[in-house]
């Protein structure tokens, strides 16, 4: 079992800045691959990046590139999503989620999630 919890959301206007951090326990943190989803009102919940545990590979959606950064601490067993230039279309509720599939873009991947944190991003 995993568990994880996250922090760091929350109001922001539009241009700003955000980290949100992603803290695990239960088991080997460094094999795990890290994910971040976010889910808007009424639409599905959608891969915005991940962190593999092996290789270490990163990935993104294409509508956050350049402007999320996917990280991760294993010695504080922890992920971080840096968000900047946040755009109102950010704002969602926004999931942490940890499995060992090698499709890291896939919700079906993911066997364990945070309880959301949410982030609005004001004009």
């Known amino acids: 079992q995993v568990q994880l919890v996250e922090s760091g959301g929350g109001l922001v206007q539009a241009g700003g800045s955000l980290r949100l951090s992603c803290a695990a326990s239960?088991?080997?943190?460094?094999?795990?691959?890290m994910a971040w989803f976010r889910q808007a009102p009424g639409k599905e919940r959608d891969f915005v990046a991940a962190?593999?545990?092996?290789?270490?590979?990163?990935y993104y959606a294409d509508s956050v590139k350049g402007r999320f950064t996917v990280s991760r601490d294993n010695a504080r067993n922890t992920a971080y999503l840096q968000m900047k230039k946040l755009k109102l279309e950010d704002t969602a509720v926004y999931y942490c989620?940890?499995?060992?599939?090698?499709?890291?873009?896939?919700?079906?991947?993911?066997?364990?999630w945070g309880q959301g944190t949410q982030v609005t991003v004001s004009s």
């Open positions: 989620a940890a499995g060992q599939h090698t499709i890291v873009t896939s919700r079906a991947a993911y066997n364990y």
């Open positions: 239960g088991r080997t943190f460094s094999s795990l691959n």
């Open positions: 962190f593999k545990g092996i290789g270490s590979s990163t």
